[in-house]
């Protein structure tokens, strides 16, 4: 087994990171004034107006989803009429029509569901 006490490695890495932490804060420079981190950061960070107009074209993007999602989702079949005795349509003989009594379609329209 190991030596377990004051002098074993656990607390020896203790101590040190103790120090180390004292050490840090002491000589480590106030938040007003300007340090090699801070100036690390600006140099090779992105700056944050990019980040803005990256998010500004994320939020225009997501809205214009967002409405053809709204769209898609809300849209409705059209209405058509439905006969009641479609097979009634197909019963007419298409050999009793007499000679130049064919009916004249040309005048013929659909009609949408809402004209009568």
């Given at each position: 087994y190991c030596h377990t006490g004051f002098t074993s490695a656990g607390w020896t890495?203790?101590?040190?990171a103790v120090l180390g932490i004292v050490g840090f804060y002491k000589?480590?420079?106030?938040p007003g004034e300007d340090n090699y981190v801070t100036r690390y950061i600006s140099h090779y960070?992105?700056?944050s107006s990019?980040?803005?107009?990256?998010?500004?074209?994320?939020?225009?993007?997501?809205?214009?989803?967002?409405?053809?999602?709204?769209?898609?989702q809300?849209?409705?079949?059209?209405?058509?009429?439905r006969y009641r005795y479609p097979h009634s349509l197909e019963v007419a003989s298409a050999f009793s029509v007499p000679v130049g009594g064919d009916p004249k379609v040309?005048?013929?329209k659909v009609k949408g569901a809402n004209e009568f």
């Open positions: 890495y203790t101590i040190i000589f480590a420079p106030s960070f992105t700056p990019s980040w803005a107009i990256a998010n500004d074209r994320h939020l225009e993007l997501t809205t214009n989803l967002q409405e053809a999602v709204r769209i898609s809300t849209g409705q079949r059209p209405h058509i009429h040309s005048g013929v």
